[in-house]
């Protein structure tokens, strides 16, 4: 079955049925100072974003969902902060986000894209460091993989006067 949809973001009709527009994925010491505030303007804009304080349903199983939440939306959205790395949750949203295709737009909130780039110096390296040992190396080199792939495309700093455009 095929439906039309509206898609406020890209202000086109596509003819593919998605449960949300945007995924946002983040580390959770940038949901009051930031994720919060994107969440509403994109709801009072008309963006059905997905935010898993907002849409998890109690009781789901949370990788299944959020990756479910991933498939089905037209954007992804990962919010990268220093701490993000720490999350193994976070970079599994980014490693299934590059295994899904789709568009990926990155927004870097005090890292840079190169740190992030680069997870084995700067902001991300003491967060890998533990991971060993913890984590197959297969499994982090798939995550580092990611982060790379991601930081690489274009997307928003903070620095890049993000707030005055987005929020």
Not at 21 to 27: I, K, Y
Request: hydrophobic residues 35%.
């Amino acid at each position: 079955m095929s439906f039309t949809r509206y898609n406020p973001l890209e202000r086109t009709v596509s003819s593919e049925m998605r449960n949300y527009d945007v995924f946002l994925s983040f580390r959770g010491e940038v949901r009051k100072t930031f994720v919060d505030h994107l969440y509403t303007s994109l709801e009072n804009a008309g963006v059905n974003a997905f935010l898993d304080s907002k849409k998890l349903e109690k009781g789901d199983e949370i990788s299944p969902t959020l990756k479910n939440a991933i498939e089905n939306s037209a954007i992804r959205i990962p919010i990268f902060s220093k701490n993000f790395a720490e999350s193994h949750w976070c970079l599994e949203e980014v490693s299934h986000m590059c295994k899904s295709g789709g568009l990926i737009i990155p927004l870097f909130y005090d890292v840079s894209p190169t740190e992030v780039r680069n997870p084995d110096r700067g902001a991300f390296a003491e967060a890998f460091q533990k991971k060993k040992g913890r984590y197959s190396k297969a499994k982090i080199n798939e995550w580092k993989k990611a982060l790379a792939k991601v930081a690489s495309f274009s997307g928003w700093s903070r620095d890049d006067t993000l707030g005055k455009h987005i929020v």
